[in-house]
């Protein structure tokens, strides 16, 4: 009999709760053998650029030089487990490095700590027989992100290619993007570019590592416990460049270096 409320109102009993859907079991391929890993990731980027500006503006004469660098440290903790896989393709062994728990994507998170000064100044004076100027002089490092430490995360993996590897950033971008330190950047409203501070080899992209051989036998071999890759980047540089800002003539030169290292301690 139904359970009644006040004036004969029905409650019914309560609906089930829907079951969860289950997770599909793992695809194994015949013949593929997993090792886990946590793995520590670190290491170090430099970029630099040099800019001059010049040329006339609004009765203005206009001159600007700016000498900005960058210096970041950058890292990932034991946080992450990963698992290197091989398998055998053909008569080819293929190689991977997947993350360990639920998270489907290989990725994983690097907090860097950047830090950028900035020198030079960019003046507007008067010139001859020309509509009034708005005189401005200012110093490069005027922008509030001079001289600070900003923190800032991106997503990194490790790219495999035969049997080489190599750690890059997960969303590579293309030149003159935003960072997250403007140090160098002029005023608001200033004649000059605002897009100076935008570096080539900038954090979250600096120079790109190129690839390290995979440790394959220290990868089988359980008496290593821990081990490590260590990477170099080639110095990169993108000199004289020049181009039109408005009816101002722009030259740069970007330099950019970077060094990481990738331990592996085998999880048992």
């Given at each position: 009999m139904?359970?009644?409320?006040?004036a004969?109102t029905?409650?019914?009993?309560?609906?089930?709760?829907?079951?969860?859907?289950?997770t599909?079991p793992?695809?194994?391929?015949?013949?593929?053998?997993?090792?886990?890993?946590?793995l520590?990731?670190?290491?170090t980027?430099?970029?630099d650029?040099i800019?001059?500006?010049?040329?006339?503006?609004?009765?203005c004469?206009a001159?600007?030089?700016?000498?900005?660098?960058?210096?970041?440290?950058?890292?990932?903790?034991?946080?992450?487990?990963?698992?290197?896989?091989?398998?055998?393709?053909?008569k080819?062994?293929?190689?991977?490095?997947?993350?360990?728990?639920?998270?489907?994507?290989?990725?994983?998170?690097?907090?860097?700590?950047?830090h950028?000064?900035?020198?030079?100044?960019?003046?507007?004076?008067?010139?001859?027989?020309?509509?009034?100027?708005?005189?401005?002089?200012?110093a490069?490092?005027?922008?509030?992100?001079?001289?600070?430490?900003?923190?800032?995360?991106?997503?990194?993996?490790?790219?495999?290619?035969?049997?080489?590897?190599?750690?890059?950033?997960?969303?590579?971008?293309?030149?003159?993007?935003?960072?997250?330190?403007?140090?160098?950047?002029?005023?608001?409203?200033?004649?000059?570019?605002?897009?100076?501070?935008?570096?080539?080899?900038?954090?979250p992209?600096?120079?790109?590592?190129?690839?390290?051989?995979?440790?394959?036998?220290?990868?089988?071999?359980?008496?290593?416990?821990?081990?490590?890759?260590?990477?170099?980047?080639?110095k990169?540089?993108?000199?004289?460049r020049s181009?039109?800002?408005?009816?101002?003539?722009?030259?740069?030169?970007?330099?950019?270096?970077?060094?990481?290292t990738?331990?592996?301690?085998?999880?048992?």
């Amino acid at each position: 009999m139904a359970l009644t409320v006040g004036a004969g109102t029905a409650q019914t009993a309560p609906t089930p709760p829907i079951p969860p859907i289950p997770t599909p079991p793992a695809v194994h391929i015949p013949g593929e053998k997993i090792i886990k890993f946590k793995l520590v990731f670190e290491g170090t980027s430099n970029a630099d650029r040099i800019d001059d500006i010049g040329g006339q503006t609004g009765g203005c004469d206009a001159q600007m030089h700016a000498d900005i660098q960058e210096d970041v440290t950058f890292g990932r903790g034991k946080g992450v487990t990963l698992e290197f896989v091989r398998f055998k393709e053909g008569k080819h062994y293929r190689y991977g490095f997947q993350r360990s728990d639920t998270n489907p994507s290989a990725t994983f998170n690097v907090v860097a700590k950047v830090h950028r000064t900035a020198s030079g100044t960019g003046d507007l004076t008067q010139h001859p027989m020309a509509t009034p100027c708005p005189a401005q002089h200012f110093a490069a490092d005027q922008n509030p992100d001079c001289g600070k430490t900003i923190t800032d995360n991106a997503k990194w993996g490790l790219k495999v290619k035969n049997d080489h590897f190599s750690p890059r950033p997960a969303n590579p971008l293309g030149g003159g993007f935003g960072g997250p330190d403007q140090c160098g950047n002029p005023p608001s409203g200033s004649a000059f570019s605002t897009g100076i501070a935008d570096l080539d080899y900038q954090w979250p992209q600096p120079s790109e590592f190129g690839y390290e051989p995979i440790p394959l036998k220290k990868m089988f071999n359980k008496h290593f416990h821990a081990f490590k890759v260590h990477f170099d980047a080639l110095k990169r540089e993108n000199k004289g460049r020049s181009g039109v800002q408005g009816t101002l003539v722009e030259t740069t030169d970007d330099h950019g270096s970077a060094e990481a290292t990738v331990r592996f301690i085998r999880v048992h």
